[in-house]
């Protein structure tokens, strides 16, 4: 196989075009629901561009996007600490350690998402829905995070 000038060290393709291209390859692959190709294509600009927040929030919806809720919480965690004031960090971490079922972080980022913009219907429903199940639980005497054991 003749040797490619496509290929990055590692053998992997390099993506067309210019980093700021494949920004907006990969953020129509997310809106068009190709979550794992736009979670690709933000991994190697995340390699290009460490410092980006943009690339950063649009990885962290990839990957959430793409049911990997784990990567998607340490994804907006990093967010988080970059950006304490972001609102949709918050959310997207609360959101994140839900599906996780670690539901007081996630109550507890849904609620700094909510009071940071109570306008966003989405975070006043995901708040009360972690508080529901935080409420539930502990009436049954059931652990607050986890799976529950039967």
């Known amino acids: ?56 929030e649009a990885h962290a919806r990839a990957l959430f996007d793409g049911r990997r809720y784990a990567e998607a919480a340490g994804a907006f965690e990093e967010l988080v600490e970059r950006s304490p004031a972001e609102d949709y960090a918050h959310y997207g971490l609360g959101v994140s350690l839900w599906r996780l079922q670690r539901f007081p972080q996630a109550r507890d980022h849904l609620a700094m998402a909510f009071v940071m913009r109570p306008e966003r219907a989405e975070y006043g429903l995901a708040l009360s829905q972690v508080k529901a199940t935080l409420r539930a639980r502990a009436l049954a005497g059931l652990p607050l995070e986890g799976p529950i054991s039967t």
Do not use: N, Q
């Not at 494949?22 to 410092?51: K, M, Q």
């Open 1 to 56: 196989m003749p040797e490619r000038a496509d290929v990055d060290a590692s053998g992997a393709p390099t993506p067309d075009g210019t980093p700021y291209d494949w920004y907006h390859r990969a953020i129509a692959l997310l809106d068009s629901g190709d979550s794992d190709a736009a979670a690709l294509l933000l991994e190697r600009l995340r390699e290009v561009d460490p410092t980006s927040t943009s690339v950063l």
